[in-house]
């Protein structure tokens, strides 16, 4: 059964950095595409990056291209998300998402909620100004 689960968020000040974990269990990476979302209250969940299932394609949402990276331990079955030169409106519950893909793909899905069938429970990021 496939299993997500988010770790790292917490409190940072404006232009500090956090780093997101996503374990995966019950798949590998290499047949996973992981996208990370997040969603602030009162507004719609929303794509941050994706990673494909060879692990090598990512795609960014505009407002954090530049500023979060995403990478994975084929070890660790993880993938992350490093956010740096963080903003009061990156506030948000971040989570991770699983979508089946050929085993080591090099397509990205885009980054709609739609597109994701697995879910972690989330992880709470707080930005203060």
């Known amino acids: 059964q496939l299993q997500l689960v988010e770790s790292g968020g917490g409190l940072v000040q404006t232009g500090g950095s956090l780093r997101l974990a996503c374990a995966v269990s019950?798949?590998?990476?290499?047949?996973?595409?992981i996208g990370w979302f997040r969603q602030a209250p009162g507004k719609e969940r929303e794509g941050v990056s994706c990673l494909s299932s060879r692990g090598d394609s990512t795609n960014y949402a505009d407002s954090v291209k530049g500023r979060f990276t995403i990478s994975r331990d084929n070890a660790k079955n993880t993938v992350y998300l490093q956010m740096n030169s963080l903003k009061p409106e990156d506030t948000a519950a971040y989570y991770c998402?699983?979508?089946?893909?050929?085993?080591?793909?090099?397509?990205?899905?885009?980054?709609?909620?739609?597109?994701?069938?697995?879910w972690g429970q989330g992880t709470q990021d707080t930005v203060s100004s």
């Open positions: 998402a699983a979508r089946y893909q050929a085993f080591q793909s090099r397509s990205v899905p885009t980054l709609l909620p739609s597109n994701f069938a697995s």
């Open positions: 019950g798949f590998t990476l290499d047949w996973l595409a």
